[in-house]
């Protein structure tokens, strides 16, 4: 919830700053251009990171955390039940080969 106020209010508290940009350092140019490329790409970037932070926030919770989708893995989900049934398997076959071994 910090992350999204944050990105809102981040114009307001920069907004001082993008004037300064704005006004140039001889205050008689304009660098109004500059000034409103500058703060949408601060905004974009920012938003690009929170979307990223997401993605990436809970491995263990599934479908990224949201519940509209818990049935998707997302790219750095840990599929728990997944792993254990592999290892189960994995575990199963080396005492299977290990049985083996001894009876040569």
């Known amino acids: 919830a910090f992350a999204r106020i944050y990105i809102q209010v981040l114009g307001a508290l920069y907004g001082p700053y993008f004037l300064t940009i704005a006004q140039g350092a ?12 500058f703060a949408l790409s601060i905004q974009l970037t920012m938003s690009g ?15 990224n955390g949201r ?5 998707e893995a997302g790219s750095d989900d840990v599929n728990v039940p997944e792993l254990v049934e592999m290892t189960r398997r994995m575990l199963i076959q080396a005492e299977k080969d290990a049985i083996a071994n001894w009876r040569l």
Do not use: C, R, T, W
Request: aromatic content about 10%.
């Open 49 to 63: 990171l929170y979307h990223v932070m997401l993605g990436l926030e809970d491995p263990f919770a599934g479908g």
């Open 26 to 37: 001889s205050k008689k140019e304009s660098n109004i251009v500059f000034a409103i490329l």
């Open 67 to 71: 519940k509209d989708k818990q049935n």
